[in-house]
C-alpha cells in the first residue's frame, strides 16, 4: 500500500494554524492516494520559536522541527518563511501554505482530490528581506 504522511500545524487540533513554529501542535495524517488512515496530534516541540537571537538559533530550530517530522513528505501551514521551506526540501518534504484558519480535514482532503490551494505569497514577514 502507498502511504504518506502529511503534517499540519494547528492550535487547536481542527483548524490550520497562522505560523508554523508557533502553532501548539501538528497533526499529522498517514493518508492512501484514496483515503485517510491513520490521524494522530502531536505536541510542536519546537513552539517556543519566538524571536531567534541568532542565525544559528533559527537554524536549531529549524533542525528540531525537520526532526520531529521526520516521516512527513508534506508539512501545511498558514505561514512560513523561505528559510523553514528550504530546509523541509534539503529533508526531502515539501512545505506548502495554505488559508489561514481552514479546517485540516478540508485541507486533506483537497490533498487528497488534488485540490489544494497553495498561498504562494504565505510566508512568515520576519523572514522576508525588503
Request: aromatic share 6%; with cysteine.
Amino acid at each position: 500500500m502507498d502511504t504518506k504522511k502529511i503534517a499540519i500545524a494547528t492550535d487547536d487540533k481542527e483548524t490550520i494554524s497562522q505560523h508554523l513554529g508557533r502553532a501548539n501542535y501538528f497533526a499529522i495524517y498517514t493518508i492512501t492516494p484514496d483515503e485517510v488512515i491513520d490521524r494522530q496530534y502531536i505536541k510542536n516541540e519546537a513552539a517556543h520559536h519566538r524571536k531567534h537571537r541568532s542565525h544559528d538559533d533559527h537554524k536549531r530550530v529549524h533542525r528540531e522541527m525537520i526532526s520531529q517530522l521526520s516521516g512527513c513528505q508534506v508539512i501545511l501551514a498558514a505561514g512560513m518563511g523561505d528559510p523553514i521551506r528550504k530546509d523541509f526540501e534539503e529533508a526531502g518534504m515539501k512545505g506548502y501554505v495554505v488559508v489561514e484558519g481552514g479546517s485540516i480535514e478540508e485541507a486533506v482532503q483537497q490533498y487528497l482530490d488534488g485540490e489544494l490551494m497553495i498561498n504562494r505569497d504565505g510566508g512568515c514577514e520576519h523572514n522576508r528581506r525588503e
